[in-house]
């Protein structure tokens, strides 16, 4: 622990920081009975301390920090005085790891494994029922908890990196200690603590340094827009305003338009800002500078502890929207290769392109967001593979949504999706039609932004009794002993499911050293008679993707691509490693995605 912690304070957050942030100023928050009115003292060179908040709860102090650019990592002691009595608490200041403000944050050049630690692997049995935390294992429960973590990941890092998975990003790790339905993780009922049922923080730390090992970045799915209802706070308010709309709750509206509609009534944002998602999930105030200094603070302390690569943001457009630009300008000041992605869970470019940084809203607003999942474009993608091929229906829709990525300011830097753990899986919306799954992946893995597939994806795992969360977050074959079936050996899957499997792994492997797809511009067709073509390129190669949905032979005549076939007379397919002449009608084997390097 990094803490000592007398009788009287039990909790001070952050537990520690490190010499040599980029800013220089630290606030932290100090719970215990009766501290409030404390005087607070520290000698320790280059270390200020500027204000003392002592909040309406006798339990809370609030300290800010100014640490000198030049301070040294060690321990601080403050010593908190009040009625006579005074009391140490011992400090640690880290040391940062050599090059931590330069890290790179995921990019072009990844691509993305999102998974369900609970669904996962159980790689540690002993944590499937702890004393002390309301909810045990219960896997034959849907929304039960059914045992994985973080040893589980861990286990199977090797399996990740074989596929040719980039970064990982788990659902959230921390603390859930809610009655129900806490496998999911987004209810936190404590920011600064891992979950004892995924493992600790020690394991959550090991995990990071293997994946970074073996070339995988971690990304941290994060929640500021509200904790869960026994979120150890709650019993004891730092502020009454440091929840809104309680204890008389109020749900949200959802209309996460007011965030751009100029339109919009006063009221009607207030109910989407400040109402509760639901009602085990209490809407944090971040207008309250003691919340949002808190958040900030959390964020950063995670990015140094994990080595983090990326942060996931939860439920962005319900936060508040100038609150979260200003901890996008904190993180990236600090870290200003770093990468954040946030979930506007819009089908429309205009609303997401909002949020992305660098955007020239019309109501002034400067976003700070680097990155955004592209739920347009995965929209355009289900209904480009489902519908039946008319002027204006079929793949013209992807030609269509890729076309307004003038709306966006980076259009390369959104995540491409083809499913989430919120919706149906990418292979059930599309009917369980294999052809059509892997023509749909191929795309994912070949168009412009940064690709995440949900684990599963590469063995059609499905869910045909319900569309339920706790059915489409199912189990990963092999990840339990008594498991008959895994994945992660092949042993007992279906010929389709291997085949699917090892299609996922040539093409993220290729895709994993194909600089031309992290980098290089797109160029696409317009649609014809079922036929989707376009080219990722730069001055030197280029890689031409036929998309051929039709159910039959198709040919195609490449000389109305003369203008990015100049100089190249043959494709090799990456899949297939079939070669094909590009200097006469090529033959389009059905339902088929052709990715041609060309030379």
């Given at each position: ?5 007398n ?33 607070v ?57 050599e ?35 309301k ?16 040893k ?23 603390e ?29 730390i ?11 970045k ?12 026994e ?43 400040e109402?509760?998602?639901v ?60 990468n ?7 089908y429309?470019p ?23 999942m ?38 390369s ?56 969360h ?68 730069n ?8 998309l051929?949905?039709n ?19 043959v ?10 002449s ?13 990715i041609?390097e060309?030379?």
């Amino acid at each position: 622990m990094s803490l000592q912690v007398n009788a009287q304070v039990s909790r001070i957050e952050p537990p520690n920081w490190w010499a040599g942030m980029e800013n220089p100023d630290l606030q932290i928050m100090m719970y215990g009975k009766n501290i409030s009115g404390s005087e607070v003292h520290a000698s320790y060179k280059g270390l200020e301390i500027k204000e003392v908040t002592s909040p309406a709860n006798p339990d809370y102090l609030f300290v800010d920090l100014r640490l000198s650019s030049d301070i040294k990592p060690g321990r601080v002691s403050f010593i908190l005085t009040k009625d006579g009595k005074k009391e140490t608490i011992a400090y640690e200041l880290k040391k940062r790891r050599e090059g931590s403000a330069e890290r790179e944050g995921f990019n072009n050049s990844d691509v993305i494994y999102l998974l369900v630690p609970d669904r996962f692997a159980n790689g540690d049995t002993s944590n499937d029922q702890l004393p002390g935390l309301k909810e045990g294992k219960a896997r034959s429960k849907i929304y039960g908890r059914h045992g994985g973590d973080i040893k589980g990941i861990s286990d199977h890092v090797d399996y990740i990196k074989s596929m040719g998975f980039t970064a990982l990003w788990p659902t959230p790790l921390l603390e859930n200690d809610q009655p129900t339905w806490s496998y999911h993780g987004y209810s936190i009922t404590d920011f600064y603590k891992i979950d004892p049922r995924f493992g600790t923080l020690e394991d959550y730390i090991a995990l990071s340094r293997k994946l970074n090992e073996n070339g995988i970045k971690l990304i941290m799915d994060m929640v500021f827009n509200h904790c869960g209802s026994e979120h150890w706070w709650m019993k004891d308010l730092p502020f009454p305003d440091w929840i809104n709309n309680y204890p008389d709750v109020k749900i949200t509206n959802h209309r996460r338009t007011v965030n751009e509609d100029p339109h919009a009534s006063d009221s009607d944002k207030r109910l989407m800002n400040e109402g509760w998602f639901v009602r085990s999930m209490p809407d944090l105030n971040q207008n309250n500078p003691f919340l949002a200094q808190y958040l900030i603070q959390n964020s950063i302390w995670w990015i140094e502890t994990a080595d983090l690569a990326g942060i996931r943001m939860d439920t962005y457009p319900y936060n508040d929207k100038y609150m979260m630009a200003r901890w996008t300008k904190r993180v990236l000041d600090e870290y200003p290769h770093f990468n954040i992605v946030g979930e506007e869970w819009s089908y429309q470019p205009l609303i997401t392109s909002y949020w992305q940084k660098g955007q020239n809203n019309r109501d002034g607003y400067e976003p700070g967001l680097p990155s955004l999942m592209d739920f347009p474009l995965q929209s355009a993608l289900v209904k480009a593979l489902t519908e039946p091929e008319e002027w204006d229906k079929g793949l013209i829709n992807l030609y269509e949504i890729l076309a307004l990525d003038f709306s966006y300011p980076d259009p390369s830097n959104l995540v491409v999706i083809g499913d989430n753990h919120d919706m149906a899986r990418f292979f059930m919306q599309l009917n369980k039609d294999t052809a059509l799954y892997k023509m749909g992946i191929a795309f994912l893995l070949t168009t412009r932004g940064i690709p995440q597939i949900f684990y599963g994806s590469e063995i059609l795992m499905s869910h045909p009794k319900t569309n339920e969360h706790g059915d489409i977050r199912n189990d990963f074959p092999g990840g339990w002993e008594s498991d008959t079936v895994s994945a992660f050996t092949g042993e007992g899957l279906s010929k389709a499911k291997l085949q699917t499997q090892e299609y996922f792994r040539s093409l993220l492997n290729w895709r994993k050293e194909s600089e031309l797809i992290h980098t290089g511009k797109l160029m696409h067709f317009a649609p014809e008679n079922g036929v989707y073509v376009y080219f990722r390129y730069n001055e030197e190669k280029s890689v031409m993707v036929v998309l051929n949905k039709n159910t039959s032979v198709t040919k195609l005549d490449p000389a109305r691509f003369s203008e990015r076939l100049r100089g190249y007379t043959v494709g090799k397919d990456v899949a297939s490693g079939k070669e094909y002449s590009i200097t006469e009608m090529i033959s389009l084997p059905s339902k088929t995605a052709l990715i041609l390097e060309l030379r």
